[in-house]
């Protein structure tokens, strides 16, 4: 948090209040957590970094928070304290930790086999009910979004026959190395944080700014770009929502140039059971759904108009014998299957979104009143389910823009301070999403937490 000669930082924040609080979160937490500390520190003798993924340490906790048990929407950690979860495994966890109709799912399956390399009914019904509610006719699977989108950006390139992928500044569509690219003062530059990659990602990817038809057109300009791969709006570098009639202007670029486009509604299927495509009238070529599908189990899905896939059939026809890089062994397992057929079923429904979306709305309405009160410069993006506080005074246009206005050491202090608590956000950046089982208490638990919190950083506001 670095401030000015008035000790004020751009995000409206004492410093030297934050900094002498800090100190204080940390030791709350010790002193709060040290079941979590103890196994903290075993963990570290054989898992590196001391967690199962690095980016478990994200937290800004002095140790990693150990959970005893996830449900519905709270969390209890190993010490006992039940936290009012609004992260829901960013994501994963969006109708809420172990619903039940996905856990009767599994226990049915489980008995009866969890993978055999083979379908089974639950794949045809699975298959209907994605075309059905996304109006793409044929449809894969995956482990994962990241998988789902590298595996899609190969079916393309092959069924174009064009090397090239464009992606958004500042976007995030996993671990899928081809999306490492940002804009450096206007520069396509390869992520600097992307470790091991020993390739030029910027000879097959192209980036331009989001929300910029001018620049898009350029970059499809060349006709050597198979898709267009993009969040309908974006969620990962703070919310860039699209502005009015960007995206019907965009479809109509990326087909006019010969280019697929690609939604990933990973994040974005917050909006509501088809997503935000259905929801705002997109069509795209192909899609991508992730995390939210399996109700906390891993997969994903993704799905092709007829055009691609009569193209991306032809060219695996058409291709030599031999693997295809697409696809790994427990793609599309029995234990999977069953998983996404009662989510689509029985959660991702219109009544468990209206009640959902009633919920966000007064979490969102609640937050701006919060930050209002404390007159601070920052504003709030929501996307159905999914909220978000920024740190400038109106939401980004586009990835740079979003990329500024971030101020990590201010929002690990916060996830922090939260946490002591007991609310939880992302600890990515501040992204709050609400489930089926996020109720009016859990909401004003959150807003009397983050107002105690904005209270002590700027004592003299009030």
Request: aromatic content about 6%; glycine content about 10%.
């Amino acid at each position: 948090m670095h401030g000015d000669a008035q000790g004020m930082t751009r995000t409206g924040i004492d410093r030297a209040a934050a900094l002498a609080l800090l100190a204080q979160e940390r030791a709350m937490f010790i002193e709060r957590h040290p079941a979590s500390r103890a196994l903290s520190e075993r963990a570290r003798q054989h898992l590196l970094f001391g967690v199962p993924l690095h980016w478990m340490n994200d937290w800004g906790t002095p140790f990693a928070l150990q959970v005893a048990q996830a449900r519905g929407a709270q969390v209890t950690d190993l010490d006992g304290h039940v936290l009012s979860d609004f992260c829901l495994g960013d994501t994963g966890a969006m109708f809420g930790h172990s619903p039940p109709p996905v856990v009767q799912a599994l226990a049915r399956q489980q008995a009866k086999g969890m993978t055999a390399m083979l379908p089974g009914e639950d794949a045809a019904v699975v298959g209907e009910l994605l075309s059905e509610r996304f109006g793409l006719p044929f449809w894969q699977f995956a482990l994962s979004a990241s998988d789902a989108n590298r595996f899609v950006l190969r079916w393309l390139r092959a069924a174009s026959g064009r090397p090239k992928l464009l992606v958004f500044n500042g976007c995030y569509h996993g671990t899928v190395d081809d999306v490492f690219v940002d804009l450096v003062g206007g520069v396509p530059t390869q992520r600097a944080s992307l470790l091991g990659q020993v390739h030029d990602l910027t000879a097959h990817t192209v980036v331009v700014e989001f929300n910029d038809l001018q620049a898009l057109e350029a970059a499809l300009a060349p006709g050597d770009v198979a898709c267009v791969l993009a969040e309908p709006a974006m969620t990962n570098i703070g919310m860039v929502l699209p502005q009015d009639g960007y995206w019907e202007a965009a479809q109509a670029l990326i087909r006019r140039h010969g280019a697929a486009l690609v939604l990933d509604e990973t994040h974005t299927i917050s909006c509501g059971p088809g997503g935000y495509a259905k929801l705002h009238g997109l069509r795209p070529d192909a899609m991508v759904l992730g995390k939210p599908l399996g109700g906390g189990l891993p997969c994903a899905a993704y799905g092709f108009s007829a055009e691609w896939a009569e193209r991306a059939v032809r060219a695996k026809q058409d291709a030599a014998p031999g693997h295809s890089g697409i696809g790994t062994t427990l793609s599309g397992n029995l234990l999977a299957m069953a998983a996404m057929r009662a989510t689509l079923s029985d959660l991702m429904t219109d009544t468990v979104y209206a009640g959902m979306l009633d919920t966000s709305d007064l979490l969102a309405q609640g937050l701006r009143a919060v930050i209002n009160r404390h007159r601070l410069p920052w504003c709030v993006a929501q996307l159905g389910a999914r909220s978000e506080f920024q740190f400038c005074a109106s939401t980004p246009r586009n990835g740079s823009e979003a990329g500024a206005a971030f101020d990590p050491q201010l929002e690990q202090f916060l996830h922090l301070a939260l946490l002591n608590r007991e609310v939880m956000i992302t600890p990515f950046h501040n992204m709050m999403l609400v489930c089926p089982d996020t109720t009016a208490a859990d909401v004003q638990k959150l807003l009397a937490a983050f107002d105690e919190v904005l209270d002590a950083l700027r004592p003299g506001a009030r």
